[in-house]
């Protein structure tokens, strides 16, 4: 059974930086394409950013590009999401989601496992 478990959220000020973490278990966690997502309240969920499973390319929401950065590490199983210059309109809860094919998707119907999700508030 995979499972997929994010921290690193928080509530933080205008322009601060967080990072969160996303560890995998109970899967092939080197092969899997993994993203973040994102869901602000009455928002649909959204895509931030993912990887390849080679980590060799990334991809970002064009409202994240040069603020956010998506790394893995996949001795410890883990994805990372840097999120740096915070703005109030990134406020939402923020999933992992790992990706069998491995391609590192921008489309939620691809991913085939996800997370809980952790609360990210930025206050202006």
């Known amino acids: 059974q995979v499972q997929l478990v994010e921290s690193g959220g928080g509530l933080v000020q205008a322009g601060d930086s967080l990072r969160l973490s996303c560890v995998v278990s109970g899967g092939s966690f080197s092969t899997y394409g993994m993203g973040w997502f994102r869901q602000a309240p009455g928002e649909e969920r959204e895509f931030v950013a993912s990887?390849?499973?080679?980590?060799?390319?990334?991809y970002y929401a064009d409202s994240v590009k040069g603020r956010f950065t998506i790394d893995r590490d996949n001795a410890k199983s883990t994805v990372y999401l840097q999120m740096n210059s915070l703005e109030p309109e990134d406020t939402a809860v923020y999933y992992c989601a790992a990706e069998q094919q491995g391609g590192g998707s921008a489309y939620e119907y691809e991913y085939d496992y996800w997370g809980q999700g952790t609360q990210v508030t930025v206050s202006s």
């Open positions: 990887i390849r499973w080679s980590a060799g390319n990334t």
